[in-house]
Structures are given as structure tokens and as C-alpha cells.
């Protein structure tokens, strides 16, 4: 009797440390609920996006609240507090107000097309002191103070935005964490589990980067998803999980992102990922959570159930591993993953799968001019021609890194042009690209690196150190040298002698040859005047007290990256 009340105590003590241990992975959100209210009046609540949503190299890192697809809706302070913040600029969030809440909270609204007026006008003295469009103020508490429902903004379609609607963060002010809006109970009803799409498992004997993961079919049983194969032989001694999934709210059909995903085998929780607590400087780790690979080569996006040897915990959660699960014997093993919203709502895929007859693969091939990078390590590439170096923290996975060559088809080439690596393999920080000259350079400061891929392009200006021309990206591509000695020109704008009476607006599109305009100063009659450049396009002017009727005299310069510039003068009458 003794010995079984002894084993029973030891059940029990050991289910209460299990039981703390997963607490400890997932402690409870304690976050004030219905503290704060939907940020727009007056549109049907519902979004286009939530919390955790994967995009291109970063999570999406709030709500985006519909505004029924028009601008110049109502945006409200979501509770007491004062504005701490305002940002205008031509990507990202556009126009942004930031509000400070007294419970340690900070609330963002963003893509707003015109701030409440008593701050508006604030903002625009303030760009005219500085003769900048785009900026950043900070307030104190006393300047800008806002109540709960207060009218603070008209909603927008700016910066990094493609339709109407208005971005809405909760963020730790003191920590700047960007947290999960769904789990404040804001007045968005969800009783709907999450879709799962497609299952993948990935040979762990490798780098994910060096294959192809294999699809598990699946289908719908009930309440739960289930392999369409009763039994998945598996071929390798490691084995990780992948998955694509979305969520969608009631009465909504749009696609968003999920918020958890948990393995087990064995009835075991092994790990899990959970988008609640992000800061902007790690929603790049995005890359390491989705095979970038299957995405980068147009495939859907698959969230990994497992973390990559180069991410550090981030949003996964290790419990009995790191999400790669090792099969030791041909056992048949079942699998369960648990996906979950921010509600609770869930679905669960039930598979089994065990080790069948492993085969040698034989060695890594040799190629020319390559050789392995691997996670964590100073990686170094170098030759008499070019030099790449990568970071320790570049990597999420090894990869077989090489570089070959070919006669560049740039008119202004200095260079041959290497391709370095392979685009389907991300970068998390920036490598440094090194290249010599094959021909003679007029001037050093007009020298550029040049990566180009698919027919998209970027351009960075070189640094001279020694025979080395210099500059550092966060992608691998086709690098070469560049000369830059054309001017940008300027279009768009009006006839020089023009009338411009009935016009409301003066817009120009400057262009340049390697697309890349760092400077545009406009002057009306020797003074500086406030250009809007809202998605980097178009530089617009719209009439205002600034220009009154009359002759004027406006001037437009413009200067590319490496100091290209062009100035043009228009005499007008308005």
C-alpha cells in the first residue's frame, strides 16, 4: 500500500512539474481587457490583416482595420493618453500618430491621410522649420493630451499601403514589444478555427535549403485533419513538420495569419511557435519561421514547425527539443499538431509516421568555386577579384555558398558580374560584398555596387579601400561595379510662362537611371517649399497659403546617390 501511495505522490509531483514546465513555455497573457476600443467609427468592423501575418521578410505587426475601402474615415484614440509621437514619410506606415496610455501601453494608427488640425498644424510648422517633409517628433505629456473615442486623425491609404484602411499596434511602452491587438478583447468577434491547408516534413539530415520538403496530403475528418496515408514511411533518421494555415474572423472570408503552432509526437509536446510578443528588430526572423526557399520560388508560404539552427528562440518555444525529432527505431510514432488563434480556436492533423530503410546519398558534390557556410560562424568567400564576408548572426541554415561569373551587360559596367550565393537562400544582417575593377575608374566617387535579380535591382555607392570597391547588402544576387555620371531629369511639372489659376496641385516625377533619387529640394521664390512624396512617386505640391496669387519663380533640384544632380527653374502666374 505504501509503494503504490509512493508511486501515486510520484505521478502526481511529476504531472505538477510537466504541468509547471509548460507553463513556464507558455505563460498566460494577463493583458487589460476591453480597455481599449476599435480605432475607426462608423465602418463595419473587420479586417484585412491581423497580428503575425506573413509578408515579404517580416511579420505583419498589428491589425489592419478595414475602412469599408474609402479614406477619410473617423480614427479614434483607443484610450486616454497623450500623443507621444508622429511620423510622416513616404514608405512604412505613411502618416502615424503614436498615443502613450497611463497603463503602460502604447497604441500606433498608421497609413492616416491628415492629423487632428491642432496637430496638424503643429507638424507642418515643424517641416517647414526643418525644411523636411518626412519627419519624426517626439511630445510631451502635456502638449498633445487625448481622451478615450477623442477624433485624432482622418484614415488614408500612405506609405507602405495598398488600399484603404488604417494599421493599428498596441505596444509595451517601455519594452516597445509589438503585441498581439486580438488578445486586449477588442470588439472583433471569432468563433472560427483555423484552415489548414497543407502539411510538409523536411529531411533534417540536411539543410533545409538543399531540398525540396515532401507534401503529406490531407484531409478533413470531423472536427480534425488526418493524413491520407494511414502510415508516412520515412526515409532519414530526423524529421521536421511545416504548414501552411490561415485564420479568418466571423463574417469575414479574409485569409489572416494564425497564432500558434504546437508539435507532438508521441503524445510529447517537442516545440511551438507562438506570434504575440515581437520587436521590429527581430520581425525579420520571419525568414527562419517560413521555408524561404518554397517562397522565394513562388511556392505558398510554410510556417516551420521547428526553429532553424540560426534562429535563436525568437517566437519558438523549446520543450523537449527544438522541433526536429529524431527517430531512434521503426516503431510506428504518431504525430499530432495543435494550430490555434488568438481566441482559442482549434485544429489539429493526426499522422503517423515511421523509419523505413535509410540510403546512402552519398557526399556533397564538389563544385567550382564553392564551398559550405554554416549558421552561426564567420562565414568568408574570397579571391583575387571579388571577397564576401557574412556574420555570425547571417545564416539560419548551412548552405552550399558559391559564386560563378559571366561579361556584364550593363553599359556602365567596371566589372564582371558575379552571381554570389542563391536568392532563394535569405540573409538575416548584411554581408559585405568586395569587387576590383577590370577597367580603369574616372571617379571613385561615382562608383556603385549594383545587385540585380529577376529584373529587380538596387544600387549602393561603393567605398574605395585600396583596389576594393565596397558596399554591404542584405541579399544574395548578380553583383557588379557600376560608373553613375548621368544626371536625373525631371519631368512632370508645367510649361515654363504657365498660368496656373485653376490648378490645385503641382506634381514631378524626377527619374534616374539607376532609379534612385536621394534628394529633392523644391524653393518658391527663394523659399524652401514642402513637396508631399507619399510612396516615393510623385513629388506633389498642393496650393496653400504658402503660395499666394501672383508671379512666382519656382526652382526644383534633384541629385541622385552618388551626387548626380539637376536644377530646373518655372516662371508661373497663379
Not at 78 to 84: I, K, Q
Not at 531 to 541: A, E, L, P, V
Request: charged share 25%; aromatic share 12%.
Amino acid at each position: 500500500m505504501k509503494t503504490l501511495f509512493r508511486l501515486t505522490l510520484s505521478f502526481i509531483i511529476g504531472l505538477f512539474s510537466f504541468t509547471s514546465l509548460l507553463a513556464q513555455f507558455f505563460p498566460e497573457r494577463n493583458y487589460p481587457q476591453k480597455y481599449f476600443i476599435y480605432p475607426v467609427k462608423d465602418v463595419r468592423i473587420s479586417l484585412s490583416a491581423n497580428f503575425g501575418e506573413l509578408r515579404s521578410n517580416h511579420y505583419h505587426m498589428g491589425l489592419d482595420c478595414r475602412t469599408d475601402q474609402a479614406e477619410n474615415k473617423t480614427v479614434v484614440a483607443a484610450a486616454d493618453g497623450f500623443v507621444s509621437r508622429v511620423s510622416v514619410g513616404p514608405f512604412g506606415f505613411g502618416l502615424a500618430i503614436y498615443i502613450d496610455h497611463p497603463n503602460g501601453f502604447t497604441t500606433v494608427y498608421g497609413h492616416l491621410n491628415k492629423f487632428y488640425p491642432a496637430l496638424d498644424k503643429y507638424v507642418k510648422q515643424k517641416q517647414y522649420e526643418q525644411e523636411s517633409w518626412p519627419i519624426n517628433l517626439t511630445f510631451e505629456p502635456d502638449q498633445f493630451p487625448v481622451k478615450k473615442g477623442q477624433f485624432i486623425a482622418l484614415s488614408g491609404n500612405t506609405g507602405g499601403s495598398a488600399g484603404p484602411h488604417v494599421h493599428f499596434e498596441i505596444r509595451d511602452t517601455k519594452t516597445e514589444k509589438v503585441l498581439n491587438p486580438m488578445l486586449f478583447a477588442l470588439p472583433i468577434p471569432d468563433n472560427v478555427p483555423p484552415t489548414i491547408v497543407s502539411l510538409y516534413m523536411f529531411d533534417r539530415c540536411k539543410s533545409t535549403y538543399d531540398q525540396t520538403p515532401m507534401h503529406i496530403p490531407i484531409k478533413k475528418v470531423g472536427n480534425k485533419y488526418v493524413s491520407v496515408q494511414n502510415v508516412i514511411t520515412v526515409n532519414t533518421d530526423k524529421v521536421s513538420f511545416g504548414i501552411t494555415a490561415n485564420d479568418k474572423q466571423s463574417g469575414s472570408t479574409n485569409p489572416n495569419g494564425i497564432y500558434q503552432g504546437t508539435l507532438y509526437v508521441d503524445n510529447e509536446p517537442q516545440s511551438s511557435f507562438l506570434l504575440d510578443s515581437i520587436d521590429y528588430i527581430e520581425t525579420r526572423y520571419l525568414n527562419a519561421h517560413i521555408d524561404y526557399k518554397t517562397r522565394a520560388g513562388g511556392g505558398p508560404y510554410i510556417q516551420h514547425l521547428s526553429r532553424l539552427p540560426g534562429y535563436p528562440e525568437g517566437v519558438y518555444k523549446d520543450i523537449a527539443n527544438d522541433g526536429v525529432y529524431e527517430l531512434e527505431d521503426t516503431k510506428v510514432h504518431p504525430v499530432k499538431i495543435e494550430v490555434k488563434d488568438a481566441n482559442g480556436n482549434t485544429s489539429i492533423i493526426e499522422l503517423n509516421i515511421k523509419k523505413g530503410l535509410i540510403t546512402e546519398t552519398g557526399k556533397q558534390p564538389k563544385e567550382a568555386a564553392s564551398k559550405m557556410f554554416f549558421p552561426g560562424f564567420v562565414n568568408v568567400y574570397e579571391r583575387e577579384d571579388i571577397q564576401v564576408y557574412l556574420p555570425a548572426d547571417a545564416l539560419y541554415d548551412s548552405v552550399l555558398f558559391r559564386v560563378t561569373e559571366k561579361v556584364s551587360a550593363d553599359k556602365d559596367a567596371l566589372s564582371r558580374t558575379f552571381t554570389v550565393g542563391s536568392p532563394l537562400v535569405p540573409i538575416h544582417s548584411y554581408m559585405t560584398v568586395r569587387i576590383k575593377a577590370d577597367s580603369t575608374v574616372a571617379d571613385d566617387s561615382k562608383v556603385l555596387i549594383k545587385r540585380s535579380w529577376k529584373g529587380s535591382s538596387e544600387v549602393v555607392p561603393a567605398t574605395k579601400e585600396g583596389d576594393w570597391y565596397t558596399a554591404r547588402f542584405r541579399s544574395f544576387g548578380e553583383f557588379s561595379l557600376i560608373e553613375d555620371n548621368e544626371a536625373p531629369v525631371i519631368t512632370g511639372g508645367f510649361a515654363n510662362g504657365a498660368n496656373l489659376a485653376a490648378r490645385t496641385l503641382i506634381s514631378f516625377t524626377p527619374k534616374d537611371n539607376n532609379g534612385v533619387i536621394t534628394n529633392f529640394r523644391a524653393e518658391l521664390d527663394g523659399e524652401w517649399l514642402m513637396f508631399t512624396n507619399d510612396k516615393g512617386r510623385n513629388f506633389i505640391y498642393r496650393f496653400d497659403e504658402k503660395c499666394p496669387r501672383g508671379k512666382h519663380e519656382l526652382k526644383i533640384y534633384v541629385e541622385d546617390a552618388v551626387g548626380n544632380a539637376t536644377e530646373k527653374v518655372y516662371n508661373f502666374t497663379r
